[in-house]
């Protein structure tokens, strides 16, 4: 009988289940105290001096630029392969994106050489992603930011907690956003964090993230209903209940990435022996979330990807791709730009199934139909 193994299983219990319940019944449903706790709790973790709770990544990546000063005419530094909410966030601003190619098949972050290119007067911020909670090259981007007077904001939304030589992703640069969506290493649905080191940003951020005004409602409760709105703002916040359920996603996070290291090293240890592909951050030092497993398959092209791939969902093996080239899709592909490492990528990488309980047999497995296939 073939096997059946999915890409992704949510790491969900009866804590999750008794969270929402206890928000549900506390009869406070918006934001309110489980936000701020999510918040607080989130600050301690990775040491990050304020944390705002949005609705998504999307939305945090929207208010850190405009409180980091983009706007019309600005240009903002991407890399092309990422999820296309990094760069439909810059469009939201009236800025126009850049692509960046990545470093190379072994490290799928922005590259530190196709930045200090593509700087001009314009550019006004960098948004590296820290593809599947593997670090970008921050020393080198940092000390090219500085150079030029340009912000950093980090999309760290495959990497809570995750390090790069000690220092948390998303509190190296000015701002950083997080996602807690449903297949990430905090699953909530639904829902994002902003952080700073920068009380201005962050107070800024706060009132963009609920229409401008300068008190919610759950600072209203007891009666006091006098506020202001002194800024165009947005709808972007959580509510208690995803709150109530990343609060629990947090504290199973420590032993779920140790877990999911441990994952790693089996499914490396039994995919380095097969000719064809490689395993991108293979040697990485730091801590990583492993949010996913991509390969890439060597001397192929997306015929053959789709494939391997066909090949492996008839014996029962669920598989993704991280991602398609963001500058290849219909909206972004007017300026003709060329990037030769993410396009090879996009068409030639496959992210393999990876969650805190796949089991050693299961990797055999795939290592096994993945050998057959190619």
């Known amino acids: 009988m073939t096997k059946k193994i999915p890409l992704f299983k949510l790491n969900y219990d009866k804590n999750e289940e008794q969270a929402v319940l206890d928000t549900i019944r506390s009869k406070w449903i918006s934001t309110g105290p489980k936000s701020r706790q999510m918040e607080d709790y989130f600050s301690d973790k990775i040491g990050s001096k304020y944390c705002l709770t949005l609705t998504n990544c999307t939305s945090a990546l929207h208010v850190a630029l405009i409180v980091a000063g983009v706007g019309k005419g600005d240009e903002v530094l991407v890399p092309s392969l990422s999820f296309v909410a990094t760069a439909n966030v810059v469009k939201y601003t009236g800025a126009t994106p850049v692509f960046c190619d990545i470093t190379s098949y072994q490290d799928l972050t922005i590259s530190p ?9 314009k550019t006004k911020a960098i948004i590296p992603m820290h593809y599947g909670g593997f670090g970008a090259n921050m020393e080198k981007i940092s000390e090219i930011a500085e150079q030029n007077n340009i912000k950093i904001v980090e999309d760290a939304s495959h990497a809570p907690m995750a390090t790069y030589r000690e220092k948390h992703l998303g509190t190296i640069g000015d701002i950083g956003c997080f996602s807690f969506y449903s297949n990430k290493n905090i699953s909530v649905g639904e829902g994002g964090m902003l952080v ?5 940003l962050y107070e800024r951020a706060k009132l963009l993230r609920s229409h401008g005004m300068t008190s919610l409602a759950y600072n209203r409760k007891d009666g006091n209903n006098t506020y202001d709105v002194i800024e165009l703002g947005y709808n972007y ?22 877990k999911l290291q441990e994952i790693r090293s089996y499914y490396v240890k039994k995919l380095l022996p097969i000719d064809g592909i490689v ?51 219909s909206i972004y592909n007017q300026n003709q730009v060329q990037l030769p490492k993410t396009e090879y990528v996009a068409r030639n990488e496959i992210t393999l199934p990876l969650f805190t309980t796949l089991k050693k047999a299961e990797i055999d497995y795939i290592a096994e139909i993945l050998q057959e296939a190619l």
Do not use: W
């Open 113 to 121: 050489k196709e930045i200090e290119k593509k700087i001009t007067d």
């Open 196 to 200: 700073t080191d920068d009380q201005e």
């Open 237 to 258: 916040r959580m509510d208690d209940i995803r709150a109530s359920l990343g609060l629990v996603q947090m504290k199973k996070l420590s032993a779920s990435i140790q």
């Open 279 to 329: 395993i991108p951050f293979e040697n990485y030092k730091s801590l990583s979330t492993n949010y996913i497993f991509p390969i890439v398959l060597e001397n192929s092209n997306a015929e053959k990807r789709d494939q391997v791939r066909a090949f492996l969902k008839e014996n029962g093996i669920q598989t993704s791709v991280h991602y398609p080239a963001i500058h290849e899709f």
